[in-house]
């Protein structure tokens, strides 16, 4: 005969742990995502300006080197803060 037993203190304690863990990366991407945006504008502007003023990187660097360059920083920059966001945040919580 099956029992009916109530959710034991294990099953609530994991679907605390899967609601703080969608929680965390929740804010991970959003950390990663301003710090992403940021950064791609920061690199945006002395990139360009350097394709349109120095003779050199007017000479080598076309569009799509240009591209290649802010989209790098910018995605290096969202997986890093990401990563970092939601390292930060389960360390805090852990000795809870």
Same mark, same amino acid.
């Given at each position: 005969?099956?029992?009916?037993? @109530? ?20 804010? =991970?991407? %959003?950390?990663?995502?301003? $710090? =992403?945006? %940021? @950064? =791609? %504008? &920061?690199t @945006? &502007? ?10 050199? $990187? ?10 290649? &360059?802010?989209?790098?920083? $910018? =995605?290096?920059?969202?997986? &890093?803060? @990401? ?6 945040l ?7």
């Amino acid at each position: 005969m099956a029992k009916n037993v @109530a959710h034991s203190p294990s099953e609530a304690s994991y679907d605390q742990r899967l609601a703080m863990a969608k929680q965390y990366s929740h804010e =991970g991407v %959003v950390a990663g995502a301003k $710090a =992403g945006l %940021v @950064a =791609g %504008v &920061i690199t @945006a &502007i002395p990139t360009i300006a350097s394709a349109k003023m120095l003779p050199w $990187a007017k000479a080598n660097l076309n569009y799509t080197a240009q591209a290649l &360059i802010i989209s790098t920083v $910018a =995605g290096a920059t969202y997986f &890093i803060v @990401a990563d970092k966001t939601v390292l930060k945040l389960a360390r805090r919580n852990s000795f809870r």
